[in-house]
Each structure stands twice: as structure tokens, then as C-alpha cells.
């Protein structure tokens, strides 16, 4: 009996850890020779290539967190950056000012994002749609007004110098050694096992339940505002953690380096690859992140032009993303790796129409 | 000091009111939050300064022909972009996001022209101060409360008094009974489209005469705030839309006055979180659309 | 006067018309009959516009208005009293009138529609300022059949004009019905309450899944037998 129950255990957890790779067996092998190549990378590329291929990591840990909200739960997120955000500054100020050791400091930060992200999720419990949108805009400028002005905690905006290095075990990292482009590869991925393991559990089906039709979901027993605020206390981590690997990477942080149009740039990227995929989160920033550097170097082709005649890459950038949103939403709603069948949003009963009689 | 806090939020809180109408008016047809209503503000006040400082037209031929630009930019919203996504049954998350990218492009292209910086702009009604039991009252602060309460009431009439009026309460109420009724109601709401912008440029341009300057991401904030002003008095009321910008504009105020102006801004957005959290209906909001 | 000819109608996947061929001649009153979702409401949004059509035509007065939208085709002359009645709720009595008017402009034939109206139905002059939504549910039945009659339509389409009434108001609703023939409107009925359609019909349409199972004179149709058992109770 025991040693049946014993093996049952053990097939379950061949069967979940299959579920990771679910789709054919070739897929296994293939995925390994892919992080070899990845692993592989730095050493055979310029730092300037290895910047971008961090900042593209920092964007996809990024998307992986607001796919929870905006992907699985459906719920369009403004203020993601804020996160991100709390991450970064809440381990700059433990390892600075605190002086604590940097991995502590990160699961201290993380847990604290964690934390805004259940206050977040209970701040918006009773609106969807656009309501929910604008709050969590509120949100972000709420953290950073905060971060701007408590100059007792944050240093104002004059905010914080010489972030130590992050290390592990006393090595430091640094882009030369590879140490944050290993790091964030090793976020990348933990943040496709959690995808994964997420969408493999209870939750994953409950979420996709609710999704598909909301009052049958409620009906069934699924309490989703329980699976909504697992959905929001997991992107607040998963954006936090992004944010303690970046404020060592910039080494310099202040209210200015979160924006608005960091936030955009996580929802462009998910719009883009497909909501609710993570080939879609993938595929999304590994086109969107990278489209500064691309426009700049387009640009610099016509070097030959006066400057004064030249567009400026930041701002044609962030209309570039705004056209692509509008023109996505024509056009494949969905995203370039998203589905066709999904029913994915709508308005709550009784909204779209009114009852006749009042 | 304190009745002068008292007018400046009356003033200001009369603007906020002025831009929460649009954000009611359009969610009253179609049930969408305009996400780019303060875009569309911000484009206002910058046609209207355009008028004034680079073609040095009469204030008040430029401030007409900024507010009817800025219109004609709010049909083109509709049209280009949302009426489409009517037509294939989109409205939800898809309709939001096109809303979001075209408030970017809106703005990221002001700035592309303008440039980020802060521009000048004129105090339309720079004739003095008022005193009023011991207190000095500007007349700025006085001519703005007075135009957006012109302008409310002018709304009102046509939202209230006019054939067209009529025909947006009833899109409003039961779109399909209004269609099998004759109304055009794509017409409606393209029409719903014209006045909200064209009353957002006109607020924008009284903020601007309120602060004296403009720029691109002058619109950000008092979008959010009008948002809250618009939903803490229920939104989809005009009365209430008053109501709301009233009260965040004289808390506001009475906040500067008791706390300093650092964290004044914070006001606006905890009062909305308050009123989204306790009574999603706002002050004078219906029952039946409490969750949007 | 109104003429189907094949029109096919689609929601999604569903084939909610298959080929229905339906005509509606001057001064009649034809009804449409069949149990739920046999597409009697779907061909009533078929003809005033609201659904779009896939196939076939619709002619009314010898013009195709299939493609057309809704407030083209109402200004043809077409009006439809609603399932459900969609009354507007915080509008008043007057107001829901002035509504069903709006595409008219001469001022004085709207007046002319009021009296009318309120010559219909007494409870509506009395009603004039209250909002829509405090009537009673007979009362929004009568708002919603007199919005239809301030188009002053020559087709008038009534869906399921007794749902939810008291027996004492059908008989009313009915009688009404018959009295806006006579003023020389033409009428296309739904009801779920055969019988009493059958009586003051000329001629019906049985539908079924989408189909025009039966059409003959309303008086043959409550003779016949399959018609009897499935709709009017044995």
C-alpha cells in the first residue's frame, strides 16, 4: 500500500515535471542545446550586444509578471513599472543605507513586492475594464510620488548612488564576466517554470474557466478573487525580483529612472506577442525591447543630414508603440502568437445592456 | 488665505469638472472610459497656444479655432480607430488599449513637435485681484470658475433640451430601442466624440491660463484627477461630474493649505481609490453600472 | 407591401434563417408563430436592420432595403414595437414618444401623432412626465406599441405584445391591435399566444428551427391539426 502510494508520488512528479515540456519529446532536447547556445552567448558577443540582450531579459521577466494579470486574469495593468520600481529601490536602500547583503536585501524586496501586489489586488477588488486600468495608473504615479518626495527614505530625487555590485558567494557581478546576463537568463527561465507550473495547476484551469466565461466560472465554485490576488501578489514578485537585479545593474537609481512609458513598453510587448502565451511574452520583447537600438541605428544611417533634421529615436520610439497597440487591436487582437478561439474579455452582465426597465 | 485656498478649488475644481464630463459623456453611449480624454485635453490647450503664440491670432478666434480642431481630432478618434472595432464586436480590453495607444501617439507626437519643455501661456484673465472680506481674489481664478460654469450649463441644455440631447439619453439607455427607433447611432456617438473634445479643449485651455504655461505631459495628472472627479460623483452623471470635480478641487486646495504641496497630488488618487473600493457608483451614480 | 424572398440570417454558426420566404400584404395583419428560437424575432431584426442578412432580399414597398440601416429602413415607414418592450427607462412617457417620431420632421403631423397615441391608450396622457421606467409593465407594453405609432409606419412589427401581461390587458393589447388595422396600418405579429393571434390574424407563418413549416389563412391554421396540437394546446 505504501510503496503504491510511493509511486504514485514519484509519477506524479515525472508527470509535472513533463508537463514542462509538454509538447513533443524532441522539444527537450532542443530547449537544453538552446540554453547552451544562451549560456554560450556573452563570450562570443560585444558588451554593447550583451547590454541589449540583459535589457530584453529585464523586459521578458517583466512581461512574464503582467501576463499573469493582463494575460491569464485579463485585466490591463498601467502601473506595472511601480514594481519594478519598489524592487529596485527597496534593495538599493537595504544594501546601501541598511547595508545588508545583496541576496537577503532581494528577498526582503521581493517579499515586500509581494506585498504591494495583495494591496494592489485588494485596492481594485471591486472594478474591471478601464476603471481597474486607471488605477493601477494611479498606483504608479502614487509609488512614485512617494518615492519622489519621502526624501527621509528614498532621497528625494536626488536618489541613490553607488548600488553595490550585486555577487553571490563575494563574486560580484559585472557585465564583463557575464554575471548579470547569467543572472537575469536564470530569472528568464525561473519565470517560464512558474509560468508553467501555474498553468499546469489548479489555478491555470480555474483562470482559464473564468476567462472563457466568467458567471459559469462562479458558478462552478471558482472563487476568482482568490486566484485573482494569487495572480497580483505573483507579477508584484516576479516584477519586484526584475527590479533588484536592475538597480545594481544601473548601479544609479532615482523616481526618474521608472516611467510611464516603462510601463507602456511591458504591455506593448505582451500585446504584441499574444496575451496569455508565453511564446507570446518571449517573442514580444525580443521584438519591442530591442526597438530603440534599432531605430537609432536606422537613423544613423542618414548621418549624413544636419542633426536638427534627424527624428529623435526615444520619441518616435513611443509612437511607434502607441500605433502598434491601435494597429494590433484592428488587426489581431489576440497578438502574433495568440490564438483565434479565445474569448477573452468582456463586460460584466447587464452592463452592454441596460434593462428595460430600470 | 483660506477663502482665497476655498477659490482657487472652486477654480480649478470647476476645470476637473469640465474634463469629467467628457469622460461621462462618452462612457454615458458607449460605456468605454475614453483612456484618451486627457490626451485630447492636452492637444487643446496646445492648438489654442499655437493660435495665440505662434500665429498671434485674436485669443478669442484662437481659442475657437483650437476648440474646434480638438473636436474634429475627437471624430477622428471615433472614427479611425473605435468605430471599427464596434463594427467587428470588439469593445472590451481591445477598444481600452486602442483608447491607451492613441492617447500615447497623441502625446509622444506633441512632443516631437514641441519638445518636452514647459511653454508660456497667457493669462487670459490677468485684471487684478478682488478683495472680499480681507481677502484677495483673483479675477483669473473668478472668470475661469464662471466660463466652465457657462459652459456646464450650456451642455446641460443640449444633453437635456435639444433633439440631439435626446437622442444621446436614449443611445444611452437602450442603444438597440434607439436604433429600431431611427436614431443614427453611430452619429451619436461620433457627435458625443465632437463635444467631449471640444469641452476638453476648452478646459485645457483655462488650466492653462490657470498655470500660465504648457507642455506635453501637462495632461497626465489633471486627467487622472478629472477621472476621479468624474467617478467619486458617478460617473455617467453631468450633476455629479460638477459635483466631483468640486470636491477634489477644493479638497485639493484645503490639502496645500494644511499639508504643503508636496504629496497634493496624492489627494486626488486616494480619494479615488476610496470612492472605487467603498461605493464604485460614486456620489450620484446609478445603481446598474456599478462595475465597469 | 413586404416581401422575403430566401433570406438566410446567421448568429456566429448558427443558421438562425434557412431560405424563409415570407410576404405581408397591404392592410393585413399576418402573424408569425412557433415555439422559441424558431426565428421569429431574428426575422423581425432581419427586416428593420439590426441584423445584418446573408443571403436573399427584402422587399418593402417594391424596394430592396436588405443592407440597409436600421433608421434608413424606419424612415421608410417601418416600425417595430420590441420583445421585451426596451422602453427608456429614465426618459419620460412624452420623451419615449418623441423618440419613436424622430425622423419626422413636420411639426404639427407629430402633434397629430400624439393625439393619436394618447387616444389609444388614456394611461399614457395621464403618464406624460413620469419616467418610462415607473410604468407598470402593461403600461410599457402600450409605451412601447405607441412609440412604434409615433413613425405614423405603414408596416407596423409587434413582438410578443402579451408576454407577461394580465388576461384582462391581452385582451386590450388585441383589441387595440385591431383598431390600429383599421386606421389602415399594416401588422406583423409575434406571439407566443397562438390562439389569440390566430383570431385576429388574416393569414400566419408557422416556423420552425428556422424554417417556414406552414403558411396559410389564419382560420385553416387553427384548423389544422399539427398546428392545433403543438401550439394551441390540443
Request: charged letters at 15%; aromatic letters at 10%.
Amino acid at each position: 500500500m505504501k510503496n503504491r502510494k510511493e509511486k504514485n508520488r514519484t509519477e506524479n512528479v515525472s508527470v509535472r515535471l513533463g508537463m514542462l515540456f509538454r509538447k513533443k519529446k524532441a522539444a527537450v532536447p532542443a530547449f537544453l542545446l538552446l540554453i547552451v547556445l544562451l549560456c554560450l552567448l556573452p563570450q562570443v558577443t560585444s558588451l554593447y550586444i550583451q547590454r541589449n540582450l540583459i535589457m530584453v531579459g529585464f523586459y521578458m521577466v517583466l512581461g512574464f509578471s503582467l501576463n499573469f494579470v493582463t494575460g491569464y486574469i485579463g485585466e490591463v495593468s498601467l502601473g506595472h513599472a511601480a514594481f519594478y520600481a519598489i524592487g529596485a529601490f527597496s534593495v538599493s536602500l537595504l544594501t546601501t543605507d541598511a547595508g545588508m547583503g545583496y541576496w537577503p536585501a532581494v528577498v526582503l524586496s521581493v517579499l515586500l513586492c509581494g506585498l504591494f501586489g495583495l494591496l494592489l489586488a485588494f485596492a481594485t477588488m471591486r472594478v474591471s475594464g478601464t476603471y481597474l486600468a486607471i488605477l493601477t495608473l494611479a498606483f504608479f504615479y502614487l509609488v512614485m510620488n512617494i518615492i519622489q518626495n519621502w526624501e527621509g527614505l528614498t532621497h528625494g530625487v536626488v536618489g541613490i548612488y553607488d548600488i553595490p555590485a550585486a555577487n553571490i558567494f563575494g563574486f560580484a557581478f559585472t557585465m564583463k564576466n557575464g554575471g548579470y546576463y547569467y543572472c537575469i537568463l536564470a530569472y528568464v527561465l525561473f519565470s517560464i517554470l512558474i509560468t508553467r507550473l501555474l498553468i499546469g495547476s489548479r489555478f491555470g484551469r480555474a483562470m482559464k474557466a473564468v476567462r472563457e466565461d466568467p458567471l459559469a466560472a462562479t458558478m462552478a465554485g471558482i472563487n476568482n478573487q482568490t486566484f485573482r490576488v494569487i495572480a497580483y501578489v505573483l507579477a508584484g514578485m516576479l516584477a519586484g525580483l526584475a527590479g533588484t537585479l536592475y538597480a545594481p545593474f544601473c548601479g544609479y537609481i532615482n523616481y526618474l529612472t521608472f516611467t510611464y512609458n516603462m510601463c507602456l513598453m511591458i504591455l506593448v510587448i505582451i500585446i504584441t506577442g499574444g496575451r496569455g502565451t508565453m511564446k507570446g511574452v518571449i517573442v514580444g520583447s525580443l521584438i519591442i525591447a530591442p526597438l530603440g537600438e534599432v531605430l537609432r541605428g536606422l537613423i544613423s544611417l542618414f548621418d549624413s543630414l544636419p542633426a536638427e533634421y534627424l527624428p529623435d529615436p526615444e520619441q518616435w520610439r513611443f509612437v511607434i508603440y502607441g500605433l502598434i497597440m491601435v494597429v494590433m487591436m484592428r488587426l489581431r487582437p489576440q497578438g502574433i502568437l495568440g490564438g483565434k478561439s479565445r474569448l477573452d474579455y468582456r463586460m460584466p452582465a447587464g452592463l452592454d445592456k441596460k434593462e428595460g426597465n430600470g | 488665505m483660506f477663502l482665497e485656498q476655498i477659490v482657487n478649488g472652486i477654480a480649478i475644481g470647476m476645470s476637473y469638472a469640465l474634463v469629467a464630463v467628457g469622460y461621462s459623456m462618452v462612457f454615458g453611449v458607449l460605456r468605454l472610459i475614453n483612456f484618451s480624454h486627457s490626451a485630447v485635453f492636452t492637444f487643446g490647450a496646445f492648438a489654442v497656444w499655437v493660435g495665440v503664440e505662434m500665429l498671434h491670432l485674436n485669443v478669442f478666434l484662437a481659442i475657437l479655432a483650437g476648440v474646434a480642431i480638438t473636436g474634429v481630432l475627437g471624430i477622428g478618434l471615433n472614427k479611425m480607430a473605435l468605430e471599427p472595432l464596434r463594427k467587428k464586436g470588439e469593445t472590451g480590453m481591445p477598444a481600452l488599449i486602442t483608447t491607451i495607444g492613441m492617447s500615447y501617439i497623441i502625446i509622444n507626437v506633441l512632443t516631437i513637435v514641441f519638445g518636452s519643455q514647459m511653454r508660456r501661456f497667457p493669462a487670459l484673465f490677468n485684471w487684478g485681484q478682488i478683495h472680499i472680506f480681507g481677502a484677495a481674489i483673483g479675477w483669473q481664478q473668478v472668470m475661469i470658475a464662471l466660463a466652465c460654469l457657462v459652459l456646464l450649463v450650456t451642455l446641460s441644455l443640449i444633453v437635456n433640451k435639444t433633439k440631439s440631447g435626446l437622442a444621446m439619453r436614449a443611445v444611452q439607455q437602450q442603444p438597440t430601442a434607439a436604433a429600431i427607433n431611427g436614431i443614427n447611432v453611430n452619429h451619436v456617438i461620433t457627435f458625443v466624440f465632437f463635444l467631449g473634445a471640444a469641452s476638453a479643449a476648452i478646459a485645457g485651455t483655462l488650466v492653462a491660463a490657470y498655470y500660465q504655461y504648457v507642455r506635453p505631459s501637462f495632461g497626465d495628472v489633471i486627467g487622472l484627477k478629472a477621472f476621479a472627479a468624474a467617478v467619486l460623483g458617478g460617473i455617467g452623471s453631468l450633476p455629479g461630474a460638477v459635483l466631483g470635480g468640486l470636491i477634489v478641487g477644493v479638497v485639493e486646495s484645503l490639502a496645500v493649505f494644511a499639508l504643503g504641496s508636496t504629496y497634493i497630488d496624492l489627494v486626488a488618487y486616494l480619494v479615488m481609490f476610496a470612492v472605487l473600493l467603498i461605493r464604485p457608483t460614486g456620489l450620484l451614480g446609478r445603481k446598474g453600472i456599478k462595475k465597469v | 407591401m413586404l416581401e422575403l424572398q430566401n433570406v438566410n440570417t446567421f448568429y456566429g454558426s448558427i443558421h438562425a434563417l434557412k431560405d424563409e420566404s415570407i410576404t405581408v400584404k397591404e392592410g393585413e395583419i399576418v402573424t408569425l408563430i412557433g415555439s422559441n428560437g424558431a426565428g421569429k424575432t431574428t426575422t423581425l431584426s432581419s427586416i428593420i436592420g439590426t441584423k445584418r442578412i446573408k443571403s436573399g432580399s427584402i422587399k418593402f414597398m417594391g424596394e430592396e432595403i436588405s443592407g440597409r440601416s436600421p433608421h434608413e429602413i424606419v424612415k421608410r415607414g417601418i416600425a417595430l414595437s420590441p420583445e421585451g418592450r426596451l422602453v427608456f427607462p429614465d426618459l419620460s412617457v412624452e420623451e419615449n414618444l418623441r423618440i419613436g417620431a424622430y425622423l419626422r420632421k413636420d411639426k404639427s403631423e407629430i402633434r397629430k401623432s400624439y393625439e393619436r397615441v394618447y387616444g389609444l391608450f388614456p394611461r399614457l396622457a395621464e403618464r406624460k412626465g413620469q419616467p418610462a421606467g415607473t410604468l407598470s409593465g402593461g403600461e410599457q407594453q402600450m409605451l412601447a406599441i405607441g412609440r412604434a405609432m409615433m413613425n405614423d409606419p405603414k408596416l407596423l412589427m409587434l413582438d410578443e405584445p402579451s408576454l407577461g401581461l394580465a388576461p384582462n390587458l391581452v385582451i386590450m393589447i388585441f383589441e387595440l391591435i385591431r383598431e390600429i388595422r383599421k386606421s389602415g396600418v399594416t401588422i406583423l405579429l409575434i406571439e407566443q399566444n397562438a390562439n389569440m393571434a390566430l383570431h385576429i390574424a388574416d393569414r400566419g407563418y408557422v416556423l420552425e428551427t428556422g424554417y417556414v413549416k406552414l403558411s396559410d389563412s389564419a382560420a385553416n391554421l387553427s384548423k389544422n391539426d399539427a398546428v392545433r396540437k403543438a401550439y394551441l394546446g390540443g
